[in-house]
């Protein structure tokens, strides 16, 4: 099925395109762009980009591929992303990955059969002073304990049964 | 001990991120000074500031910008704001809590080097960084400080925040621009340089976000008032991204120069729970380590190169005595692995390998002749790959080889990590 923008999203894109020399160039940004709206970057939306920008889908595909935050397949409502690089580890997100993994019963890399959640061990997040750190949907989340984990979990599965 | 603080004086103040309020506190008259310069001024005044580059390369801005070829019709200013040095943490909050000196740096930036359209290259996964920048410049846009005529003067600018989409390579410049050109983020061989051929084949420099933040200062004060706050050859001051085992990790803006033993134990409070100091990473990731008896090495440019390493991009790594350094290289080793770009294969092959060694070291597995493999790999990617990825996954690994070569043939001999296989958890933490 053809993918389709809403009119916000379409009129942002247009003007996106418009703040680079070539199209080509917007190649990032539109898939940002798409993703928000499809969450996922799957054939389709290789597809839409390709059009919009009028290059070969090869070169949407090996955008696409390269960059970690382009998802081929949608996240759960909730994406967990924790940092165990070497500040982190340090002070102690080994740890925490562990206790993410068993209060949702997945591994990094898998979402929950609910949808609910996909955990992601990522690498560093910029937010080394604070750490351990994670971010959910994009958002920080700072200076975390085995507790505050936990209590973080909790808030998310209560927020998504009530709404 | 409270030094004078430029970069970060706004930060205090939660308004600051709205234009009012950051040209209440003074904002904004540095761009309208060098509006009021010649370019070739403004350039002689950044050369005289002695400002080195603060993304890790440490290469002095003026000089960059001198060779920008002045003549060309069509010249960019592009901002690396990919963040993504393990430990590294300035720019986000730079970006985050005073976005108008950004703005205000790129404005005289451009000026100087005669660029009408700037763009800003930031990290994907900085999504907070990216709006709050976005909504300054259009702030500063209804004001008239960006567009066709800014502060009313002839001179055209227009700034775009351009978003990453998760690739560390992108922070290293030429990566940087295929990725701002809508491509996979693959360095570029050099020459030509930036300043030569850069984005969209012209010339083009490339700067970090707190070296164009300084550049505010640098105008706002002059060049001579500015180096004279840091040392000879590499002035002003720098913001310190202290991360680790510290008692108070954190941000500090601190004079060019400054001890590394005054950043760790006045400023950062000491070891945690007065524990021994192991080791330090001091520049970022890619930095080769350094031990206790370095701590009076002032950090700058020159000062960490006499003791074997780099100031980087200022991001000073804590480890107390509990810590494996085996178990930190390998950490390091993965990250690299899985950000080689894979173009080139000393590279693409040798960060997994280091990887693959390293964790068998760890894991108790490791075989005779291992660390002397470890060494090889590294020596053999050293400088032959188009871009300093290799070399940012090697210095580090010849680093802890070179400082802690026992605790490495331990590991082999005992055939298990003498810590337990893992870091040691923070005080209160349950297993």
């Not at chain 1, 591994?107 to 351990?132: I, K, N, Y």
């Not at chain 1, 973080?152 to 927020?159: A, D, F, M, S």
């Not at chain 2, 350094?290 to 074997?308: C, I, Q, T, Y």
């Not at chain 2, 802890?400 to 070569?405: I, P, T």
Request: charged share 20%; glycine share 12%; with cysteine.
């Amino acid at each position: 099925m053809a993918l389709e923008l809403t009119a916000e999203r379409k009129q942002r894109l247009a003007a996106l395109v418009g703040r680079y020399p070539n199209k080509a160039a917007a190649c990032l940004p539109a898939l940002h762009v798409v993703q928000e709206e499809h969450g996922a970057i799957d054939a389709d939306a290789v597809e839409y980009v390709a059009r919009l920008l009028e290059i070969p889908t090869g070169r949407v595909e090996e955008v696409a591929s390269f960059y970690t935050m382009y998802k081929r397949k949608a996240s759960g409502r909730y994406h967990i992303e924790i940092c165990t690089n070497l500040t982190c580890s340090l002070m102690g997100a080994e740890h925490l990955r562990e206790v993410l993994a068993r209060e949702l019963g997945i591994q990094p890399g898998q979402t929950t059969r609910d949808g609910m959640f996909t955990l992601s061990e990522v690498e560093c997040l910029a937010s080394c002073g604070t750490a351990p750190v994670l971010q959910v949907n994009g958002e920080f989340h700072e200076g975390l304990t085995p507790d505050r984990v936990k209590a973080l979990v909790g808030e998310l599965r209560t927020r998504a049964a009530g709404g | 001990m409270a030094g004078e603080r430029l970069l970060t004086r706004n930060w205090d103040t939660p308004d600051a991120v709205r234009l009012p309020v950051y040209e209440q506190r003074g904002g904004y008259k540095a761009a309208r000074k060098a509006l009021g310069m010649t370019p070739a001024e403004v350039i002689a005044e950044v050369k005289k500031a002695n400002l080195r580059g603060r993304g890790g390369a440490g290469f002095p801005a003026g000089v960059k910008w001198g060779f920008i070829n002045a003549a060309a019709p069509t010249k960019y200013l592009v901002i690396n704001a990919d963040e993504g040095e393990p430990g590294t943490f300035k720019d986000r909050v730079l970006m985050e809590r005073d976005p108008h000196q950004l703005v205000e740096g790129c404005i005289i930036a451009s000026y100087a080097i005669g660029a009408h359209h700037c763009y800003i290259y930031i990290r994907g996964e900085l999504p907070k960084a990216a709006k709050t920048l976005t909504g300054a410049i259009a702030e500063a846009r209804a004001h008239g400080y960006l567009g066709k005529s800014c502060f009313g003067r002839p001179f055209e600018l227009e700034l775009t925040v351009h978003r990453g989409a998760g690739a560390y390579i992108c922070g290293e410049e030429t990566a940087l621009l295929e990725s701002l050109e809508g491509k996979r983020g693959e360095p570029r061989l050099k020459p030509p340089f930036p300043a030569v051929v850069g984005a969209f084949g012209q010339p083009t420099i490339v700067n970090n976000v707190e070296t164009i933040s300084a550049v505010t200062h640098v105008l706002e004060r002059g060049g001579d008032a500015f180096t004279a706050l840091g040392l000879p050859g590499d002035g002003g001051t720098r913001i310190f991204c202290l991360s680790g085992h510290v008692k108070k990790p954190g941000l500090y803006e601190l004079p060019v120069g400054t001890p590394l033993r005054t950043l760790i134990y006045e400023h950062g409070g000491g070891i945690r729970e007065d524990r021994a100091l192991k080791a330090v990473i001091p520049g970022g990731s890619s930095t080769p380590v350094l031990l206790p008896e370095h701590l009076d090495a002032p950090l700058s440019v020159d000062g960490l190169k006499a003791v074997g390493s780099m100031i980087g991009s200022a991001a000073v790594i804590v480890m107390d005595e509990t810590t494996c350094v085996v178990r930190a290289m390998w950490r390091l080793a993965r990250f690299y692995h899985h950000e080689s770009c894979g173009q080139c294969t000393p590279c693409r092959e040798g960060t997994g390998w280091l990887e693959r060694v390293l964790w068998r070291i760890e894991t108790g597995v490791g075989r005779d002749g291992d660390v002397d493999l470890l060494k090889s790999i590294a020596e053999n990617m050293m400088g032959n790959t188009i871009c300093p990825l290799g070399d940012a996954a090697a210095m580090p690994t010849l680093g802890f080889l070179n400082r802690f070569r026992t605790e490495f043939e331990q590991h082999v001999l005992q055939g298990k990590c003498p810590f337990g296989g893992r870091f040691a958890l923070p005080a209160g933490w349950q297993a």
